[in-house]
C-alpha cells in the first residue's frame, strides 16, 4: 500500500512561470490537505480538499494561487505567476473518509519549489 | 482564531529525558497530534490525544490537559537519530484540518 505520493520532489520555476504541484492520497484516502512550509517554520495550513470538493481553502493566498481534487487522478496545487516569496516546502497530506480518530493524516514528502 | 506554542529549540544528551511543551488556544478542540520531522522529510505521526492524561508509545509519551490548553511530548532514552523538529498540531470540531505550531527543535548531543 503505497503512501501519499506527490511529485515532482523538487521544481525550480523561474519569476513569472506556472507551478504545478501534484499529490495521490493513500489507497482509500478521500481527503486532501496541503500546507506550506518555510525554512525553519512550522506547516502552515493552505487548503483541505475532498473528491471534487474544496471543503476549507482559508489558508489560501486569495490570488495566484489554486487546488483542484478532481474524481479521477491526483490532487493539483497550482501557483501561477510565481515570485521568489512562493519558494517553500509543499505537502500534502491524506486521510481516510469520516473524522475522529488518530488514523490517517499520512505526508508526502512534499515538493521543494524553488523560484529564480 | 487559534494559537499554538511550543520553544523553538532544546538540547539534550544522548540517553537522557527530555519533555517538549506545547499550550494552545482554540475553540472546539477535537484533538492534539504530535509529528516529528527530520530534515527534508515529511512529518511522521508520533501520539494523538484527545482525552486527558497520559498516552505512552514505547520511548514517547504525550500528555493532554484540556482545561488548561497543555501537553507535553516526552522523550526517553535518547538517541542521536532523535535529533529531528517535533510538530504539535491541534484538530477543531468544524473542521478535519490540522492546525500546526511553529515546532521545536531539539538536538542530541553525545
Redesign the interface.
Known sequence: NAGVMQNPRHLVRRRGQEARLRCSPMKGHS?V?W?RQLPE?????MV?LQKENI??ESGMPKERFSAEFPKEGPSILRIQQVVRGDSAAY?C?S?PPG??G?DG??????TRLTVV | GQNIDQPTEMTATEGAIVQINCTYQTSGFNGLFWYQQHAGEAPTFLSYNVLDGLEEKGRFSSFLSRSKGYSYLLLKELQMKDSASYLCAVRTYNTDKLIFGTGTRLQVFP
Open positions: 481527503h490537505y500546507y517554520e512550522g506547516l502552515k495550513f483541505y471543503i476549507d505537502f497530506a486521510s473524522t475522529g488518530w493524516y499520512t505526508f508526502g514528502s512534499g
